[in-house]
Each structure stands twice: as structure tokens, then as C-alpha cells.
């Protein structure tokens, strides 16, 4: 079973950018797709962008297109969000995600995914 480890969290400013980082490690990388999650307090866990087992193909939530990119590097086990022009809306705690040999053929679900990270905070005041 894959271990994840995301990083990259904090305080921001509305308009800002933060990069977060998921590290990966115990399965081989490349076996699974990957996505984002967030949850905001009182809110159902949402996906906001994904990447195929390749880095080929990738997702985005409407909410975030054009303001959020994911990337990944199989070569080093780990995965990024880079996220620009943040709103307060984006204000939740983000979890990265592994789906064993998943694809993106719908939309990413939390009950596909069966290995998370501790999650990472991501606050933007207004």
C-alpha cells in the first residue's frame, strides 16, 4: 500500500500562491493516479484536480480551471499542486489521494481512492 505525505500548506493572502507537494512512498508510484482533495468545514470532500498514471492526462474542479496545475514526477515519487490566484473560497484542508491503476475516465470520488495523506491547511484571508 502506498504512503502519501502532503507539505506545501498555509497562510495566504486572497490573490496569492502556494505550492503543494505530495510525496509518495511503499508501491510503485507509476501504478497509480493521483488527485487532490479538499474539504472546507461543513462540506463534503471534493476533488480539485487529478493526473493520470502517466502525467498525460490531467482534471480539473470548474472552480479551480486555469488557477490551479498539477503535476507529477514519477521518477521522484511525488506530485504538485500549484495553486494561483487563491480565493477564500479555497480555504480548506487538501488531501492528496492514490487510486491503484485508476484512470480519468470520471470524475475523481473519495471512495476510489483507498490511500490518503495526513492532509495540510490551506488558509486564504480576505
Known amino acids: 500500500q502506498i504512503q502519501l505525505v502532503e507539505s506545501g500548506g498555509g497562510l495566504v493572502q486572497a490573490g496569492g500562491s502556494l505550492r503543494l507537494s505530495c510525496a509518495a512512498s511503499?508501491?510503485?508510484?507509476?501504478?497509480?493516479?493521483i488527485s487532490w482533495f479538499r474539504q472546507a468545514p461543513g462540506k463534503e470532500r471534493e476533488s480539485v484536480a487529478a493526473?493520470?498514471?502517466?502525467?498525460?492526462?490531467?482534471f480539473y474542479a470548474d472552480s479551480v480551471k486555469g488557477r490551479f496545475t498539477i503535476s507529477r514526477d514519477n521518477a521522484k515519487n511525488t506530485v504538485s499542486l500549484q495553486m494561483n490566484s487563491l480565493k477564500p473560497e479555497d480555504t480548506a484542508v487538501y488531501y492528496c489521494a492514490a487510486r491503484f491503476w485508476g484512470t480519468l475516465t470520471t470524475i475523481p470520488h473519495p471512495a476510489d481512492f483507498g490511500s490518503w495523506g495526513q492532509g495540510t491547511q490551506v488558509t486564504v484571508s480576505s
Open positions: 511503499g508501491g510503485t508510484f507509476s501504478s497509480y493516479s
Open positions: 493526473v493520470s498514471r502517466s502525467g498525460g492526462g490531467t
